[in-house]
């Protein structure tokens, strides 16, 4: 379900009467936050609310979404707000489907460019991989414990900050237009490694570890412009980390081992 807290177009327009919203389309992906498509004759919209108490984060995602979009990025800023509903830009565009060399390469310059802007910037919020990896270690220890034994070496990683990153960029997180790319759902971003989120990245584009053409291609883009220049050996080991963590993920939270398989 993408819709947790409901709203009607009558009430929308209350809200937000200068748009004269046509049409309210709710979404049915995501599983925290409520996601609505709206559009007027002229624009379409994301309309969001966040079904968490982070209103903190909210403000600071919406600060670096500005700044990345200063800098030339394909990002959805914050258009507006009203009581807990947010609207953003709707980026033109569909998700890939077929992973092509020119995804690759527009989501490497995307990442190096990113990179470049949030490089040793501070933020309040930290990398809880530490945190989530032990909570959902013992869940997984006690109801599928086969996989347990697979994702156990996970709980003697420690993770350090070179500054934002998305941690996240899976391909439902992109949007491509043509070859431009631009990318989604940064509300929750933290400090982390660039070797991380290269291989999040990686890992979502489904670039097996096994696939050196996609992984030289991604480090050829990314290392012309990032701050820190990558090499394979480390984001190859971080890719075997991050398809493992995400794996644990689906098996903790949504008792989806088939995705988790697949991640594996």
Known sequence: ??????????????????????????????????????????????????????????????????????????????????????????????????????????????????????????????????????DSLKYVKSNYFAYYKRFEFLKNSTQYSDGIIHGDVFKDNTIFDGKKVG???????SCGTFAYDVAVCLVGFDVNKNNHYFINLFLKNYNQHAPKKLNKKTVISKMRFASHFFALKRVYEYKNTKRAKELL
């Open 1 to 134: 379900m993408g819709v947790k807290t409901a709203i009607s177009l009558l009430e929308l327009n209350k809200l937000f009467p200068s748009y004269k919203f046509t049409n309210i389309t709710p979404t049915t992906s995501g599983i925290i936050d409520t996601t609505y498509i709206v559009s007027s004759q002229t624009s379409s919209y994301i309309l969001k609310r966040y079904e968490r108490d982070i209103t903190k984060k909210i403000a600071l995602d919406i600060k670096l979404l500005q700044e990345l979009k200063f800098h030339g990025l394909r990002v959805p800023t914050c258009r507006d707000e009203k009581d807990g509903w947010y609207i953003y830009e709707k980026l033109k565009g569909s998700h890939p489907k077929d992973v092509k060399s020119y995804h690759i390469q527009a989501i490497a310059r995307f990442l190096s460019k990113m990179h470049k802007v949030t490089f040793k910037k501070k933020c309040s919020t930290s990398i809880v991989i530490e945190d989530e990896v032990t």
């Open 183 to 189: 990318v989604i759902d940064f509300i929750d971003s």
